[in-house]
């Protein structure tokens, strides 16, 4: 079946502006993360969702920052005002916690530049 | 508030040796630790986890070790390969209420033919 996808790809802005980067999860999986991945670094968590609610948003980095999921399924990250620190590869990755299953799967993340 | 230490940053071994990264926790709430393996360019997957309910866990030549009273795990990777090397990363989760995951920084294994 299809894995997490997520768009785009690739994303140049220049400082100020917003930019919007989508997640589509495995279908199902009521879990869904992001995280930030500078280059070279690791991962860092930004926030996750069950369901469509967000019960720990305490890795957003700033007010600039906010996600939201609706029907249960694609999640939308919001940067607002983006600055040149907000440069990294975002990631999104989906799980289910049926028979305790718990691996997260990762989309291929979108690799944000901000001039 | 909850932080994982990996290290080393970077391993560098022979085809054939053994390789061992080793992580600390600092949330003894936490239950689930997996460890992820990224090629380059590519995104992270699941190689193996462990919950706190058990001391060591094998699959193959990867083999994860936990001692929770010390808050340390530990990855094994025995008969080590070339197609082994990538960037390592351990993780730490406290699994009965939230999801978040904490992450290590990750590890550079390059494995030398």
């Not at chain 1, 069950?50 to 996600?67: C, E, I, T, V």
């Not at chain 1, 990250?77 to 990755?93: H, K, N, P």
């Not at chain 2, 926790?25 to 058990?54: C, H, M, T």
């Not at chain 2, 990855?75 to 209420?97: K, M, N, W």
């Amino acid at each position: 079946g299809a894995g997490v996808s997520q768009s785009p790809s690739n994303k140049v802005t220049e400082k100020g502006k917003d930019v919007e980067l989508r997640c589509d999860p495995i279908s199902g999986h009521t879990a869904l993360y992001w995280y930030r991945q500078s280059l070279g670094q690791g991962l860092e968590f930004l926030i996750y969702f069950q369901g469509n609610s967000a019960p720990d948003k305490s890795g957003l980095p700033s007010d600039r920052f906010s996600a939201e999921r609706t029907g249960g399924s694609v999640s939308t990250l919001t940067i607002q005002r983006t600055q040149q620190e907000d440069s990294a590869v975002y990631l999104c990755a989906s799980s289910t916690r049926k028979d305790g299953n718990n691996e997260q799967f990762f989309g291929p993340g979108t690799r944000l530049t901000v001039l | 508030g909850e932080n994982v230490e990996q290290h080393p940053s970077t391993l560098s071994v022979q085809e054939g040796d053994s390789a061992v990264i080793k992580c600390t926790y600092s949330d003894s709430a936490s239950n689930y630790f997996p460890w992820y393996k990224q090629e380059l360019g590519k995104r992270p997957q699941l190689i193996i986890d462990i919950r706190s309910n058990v001391g060591e866990k094998k699959d193959q030549r990867i083999a994860v070790t936990l001692n929770k009273t010390a808050k340390h795990f530990s990855l094994h990777i025995t008969e080590t390969q070339p197609e082994d090397s990538a960037v390592y990363f351990c993780a730490a989760r406290e699994d009965t209420g939230g999801f978040k995951t904490i992450f290590g920084a990750g590890t550079r294994l390059f494995v030398k033919a």
